[in-house]
């Protein structure tokens, strides 16, 4: 005989029932719940060694990689500003943090010369850009805002074309900026041609927003071409004096570095005389042993008085090894004593280019110049960071500064069809400085989207997967505190 189904029995299985019910929809729905709809996807193409960068989402973008050798504590905070050229990938000005990544690019033309000024009370950034060819190159400088939006571009006056060495701005909004002008000259005293031409140096200061010359120094009128360390054999024309950097003193008048006469000269800003010689062949100051240079680069005044000397040493090759240089001046003794050298661990020999900058916590870094490499020091002379581009490759100089930037333009994303049918999202915004993370949106409509889930932001582009139906997804970069700082535009997922 059956068993008896009484109603007692009924309401026992019924409430069992219930409860596997309950326990397996809450185990079903924790299982769910711990598959986010969004997450970091594996890394697929990792920092180029070597290499050239690409980008799902700004496939326009090419630039070469940045190889970080050494990053170690003490380092200025700050990133890395150098402008690539002549070698692997695009040219242009370049924002890359410590360990290589991209910050921002600009793929454009010929730049040299690429840091961070103030204009008008404001950081900016400011470059040279133009042609290198047929030399001498000539060009136009470039101000930037922090959101990458074109202030304005500087010119030369008179009649010329800036050349691409130095352009500084001073306190007062106005430019200094570089020239070089071929002259005719006779070159046989120097054993040279008749008839040349004798590429000439010259310096203006520019008022940036009227265009008004204030101020133009010629090289020719007080340096003569014997004061040059550069032959003029078979040269029609002769780089005699290779103007490479302008500096304002601190008593106003301008520090002047020219690399083929191996000196640095001090001008009065009013008369346009030469107030002193420091090296080359009339020099006004006693050279004490280690501060005579070689075709040296970027000569400038520090606070503390000394003068600092990117010292090449090479093209002729006249050091072993490229040096930053602390020269400490006695002005009344007209004695030169050298206070400090930096040389690279690599023992680098730039023949060309580099700079040399002492950071606000008494941290030097330098630009290697042809030798492509950047480098940071501590004030002990400890190597703290160092990095260098493909061979092929160089930066006229290299810096460290803070910078803090918000782009005009829209956040980037490309969407694929990624494993498990979930989607591949690659997402960037060129340029943007305060991203923490990225939210992902989806929705039937373009106007109609809901939060997904977020992701810490992982370099210049993220990779991510979401788990979604909906039609269209777009992205929202947020800050660390989560407030929203910009939104793509909507795109297709393909579903």
């Not at 920092?47 to 960068?53: C, E, M, R, S, Y």
């Not at 080359?280 to 006693?286: P, R, T, V």
Request: proline share 7%; hydrophobic share 35%; charged share 25%.
């Amino acid at each position: 005989m059956g068993t008896r189904f009484t109603r007692r029995r009924f309401l026992a299985a019924a409430s069992a029932s219930v409860t596997y019910l309950t326990l397996t929809s809450t185990v079903g729905c924790d299982l769910l719940e711990r598959t986010p709809k969004v997450r970091p996807a594996p890394k697929t193409s990792p920092a180029p060694a070597g290499g050239v960068w690409s980008f799902r989402s700004r496939p326009d973008l090419g630039p070469p990689g940045v190889a970080v050798t050494t990053r170690t504590r003490g380092r200025a905070p700050g990133y890395i500003f150098i402008a690539p050229k002549l070698g692997l990938g695009q040219d242009g000005p370049m924002i890359v943090d410590d360990l290589g990544h991209p910050v921002w690019f600009r793929n454009g033309k010929y730049t040299l010369d690429f840091k961070v000024q103030n204009y008008q009370g404001k950081p900016v950034l400011t470059w040279w850009e133009g042609r290198q060819y047929p030399k001498p190159s000539v060009g136009e400088y470039v101000i930037l805002d922090s959101s990458y939006r074109e202030v304005t571009r500087v010119q030369a006056g008179h009649g010329y074309k800036g050349n691409q060495h130095d352009f500084l701005i001073t306190p007062k909004d106005t430019a200094l900026i570089t020239i070089y002008d071929p002259v005719p000259r006779d070159l046989s005293p120097l054993g040279g041609l008749d008839e040349a031409f004798a590429l000439e140096g010259i310096i203006q200061e520019v008022d940036i927003e009227s265009g008004e010359v204030l101020f133009e120094w010629h090289s020719l009128d007080d340096i003569d071409p014997d004061e040059s360390y550069y032959s003029p054999e078979g040269r029609k024309f002769y780089d005699y004096f290779h103007l490479n950097s302008i500096d304002v003193d601190h008593d106003h008048n301008l520090l002047i570095s020219a690399r083929n006469t191996c000196a640095v000269y001090k001008v009065d800003r009013k008369s346009g005389d030469i107030i002193w010689r420091l090296g080359g062949k009339k020099s006004d100051f006693e050279m004490r042993p280690g501060t005579r240079t070689g075709f040296q680069h970027d000569a400038r005044r520090q606070k503390d008085g000394t003068i600092t000397i990117f010292d090449n040493g090479a093209s002729p090759r006249v050091h072993e090894e490229s040096r930053g240089i602390t020269v400490e001046l006695d002005e009344d003794d007209m004695t030169a004593t050298l206070v400090r050298v930096l040389t690279s661990p690599d023992r680098l020999l730039a023949t060309s280019q580099g700079n040399m900058q002492v950071l606000p916590n008494g941290n030097v870094f330098i630009g290697w110049g042809s030798a492509a490499h950047v480098s940071e020091f501590s004030p002990d002379g400890s190597l703290l960071f160092d990095a260098h581009l493909p061979p092929r490759d160089d930066s006229y100089r290299g810096f460290r500064f803070p910078w803090s930037a918000h782009p005009t333009d829209d956040p980037a994303v490309t969407v694929e069809q990624g494993p498990d049918g979930d989607l591949a999202l690659y997402v960037s915004w060129n340029g943007a400085t305060e991203v923490e993370s990225w939210e992902v949106l989806a929705g039937s409509h373009q106007d109609r989207l809901k939060p997904l889930g977020t992701v810490p932001r992982d370099g210049f582009e993220t990779a991510l997967l979401a788990r979604t139906t909906e039609p269209y997804v777009a992205v929202r970069a947020k800050e660390s505190s989560g407030r929203v700082l910009g939104t793509s535009r909507p795109v297709e997922s393909g579903r």
